[in-house]
């Protein structure tokens, strides 16, 4: 079955960087949109960054512009969110959606 699993996570100080993964499995990947949202306490879930299938074309959430990067490597059936700069405000849980599935979520937290 469809099954998108993401990783990289943790507990960083503000400045710094993490790069987050999104492994799927299960389907073609390669044909389908990818995003990255995130849910944090207390707010909506929010669109982060997405990309089209074949990676010519992404788009951001203005909060994370300038600092984030999304990618992806459709001969490893993998998403990228390098995120850059890292604010306090990022702190959430990050998920992948593509092809009508969620992965489980990796959490960030960004803490002096």
């Known amino acids: 079955q469809k099954q998108l699993v993401e990783s990289g996570g943790g507990l960083v100080q503000p400045g710094v960087f993490l790069r987050l993964s999104c492994a799927a499995s299960g389907f073609i990947f390669s044909i389908y949109p990818t995003s990255w949202y995130r849910h944090a306490p207390g707010k909506e879930r929010e669109l982060v960054a997405g990309i089209s299938s074949t990676g010519s074309t992404t788009n951001y959430a203005a909060s994370v512009k300038g600092r984030f990067t999304i990618s992806r490597d459709n001969t490893k059936n993998t998403v990228y969110l390098q995120m850059d700069n890292l604010k306090h405000e990022d702190t959430a849980v990050y998920y992948c959606?593509?092809?009508?599935?969620w992965g489980k979520g990796t959490q960030v937290t960004v803490s002096s």
């Open positions: 959606y593509t092809a009508n599935t």
